[in-house]
Antibody, heavy 116, light 107 residues
Framework: EVQLVESGGGLIQPGGSLRLSCAAS????????MSWVRQAPGKGLEWVSV???????HYAESVEGRFTISRDSSKNTAHLQMDSLRAEDTAVYYC??????????WGQGTMVTVSS | DIQMTQSPSTLSASVGDRVTITCRAS??????VAWYQQKPGKAPKLLIY???SLESGVPSRFSGSGSGTEFTLTITSLQPDDFATYYC?????????FGQGTKLEIK
């Protein structure tokens, strides 16, 4: 079955770090474009970061310099390292696969709460 | 950054109605526009990609059109399962932007 499963969310204090994981099955992460998209409580969708099949990475301005996207081919998993977390980073974080410039496969999401 | 202005923000309609949601881009796009449906507590679901291509398994009552800076999602003959929130999304210059969403409510 083709699917994405996120993990690693939780409650973290402002300034702290968290690493999210996105385990893929049914396709190869390293051959795909993989993104992270977040949704703050009661708000809309916000794209966060992408890693291309060639390894290039790009970030939204709101997380540039604080978040790092990566992948582990041996585990068929994508990661999002989140440092210097702020209250405004509180959201459900989804990983998604991109095909034809659209996100055709999404995980179930993992909640990140930044609060003291 | 390219902004996507989606309208209306809320839409009330009845089962069987035809509805249209519009997204306007702040710059001309090369038709890399997608539409998603999201229900509470669930991940978004892809409906339309490349402005007008229907994702596999999506009912044909959903259609997309547009070019340049204006894109539309049309749902003909609304079904009870269609009441949800809809988002447009663009891709250009290694950046992705979503519209702010349209909540489709039962009248």
């Amino acid at each position: 079955e083709v699917q994405l499963v996120e993990s690693g969310g939780g409650l973290i204090q402002p300034g702290g770090s968290l690493r999210l994981s996105c385990a893929a099955s049914g396709f190869t992460v390293s051959s795909s474009y993989m993104s992270w998209v977040r949704q703050a409580p009661g708000k809309g969708l916000e794209w966060v970061s992408v890693i291309y099949s060639g390894g290039d990475t790009h970030y939204a301005e709101s997380v540039e310099g604080r978040f790092t996207i990566s992948r582990d081919s041996s585990k068929n998993t994508a990661h999002l390292q989140m440092d210097s977390l702020r209250a405004e980073d509180t959201a459900v974080y989804y990983c998604a696969r991109e095909m034809e410039d659209a996100f055709d496969l999404w995980g179930q999401g993992t909640m990140v709460t930044v609060s003291s | 950054d390219i902004q996507m202005t989606q309208s209306p923000s809320t839409l009330s309609a009845s089962v069987g109605d035809r509805v249209t949601i519009t997204c306007r881009a702040s710059q001309s796009l090369n038709n890399w526009v997608a539409w998603y449906q999201q229900k509470p507590g669930k991940a978004p679901k892809l409906l339309i990609y490349k402005a007008s291509s229907l994702e596999s398994g999506v009912p044909s009552r959903f259609s997309g059109s547009g070019s340049g800076t204006e894109f539309t999602l049309t749902i003909t003959s609304l079904q009870p399962d269609d009441f949800a929130t809809y988002y447009c999304q663009q891709y250009k210059w290694d950046m992705y932007t979503f519209g702010q969403g349209t909540k489709l409510e039962i009248k």
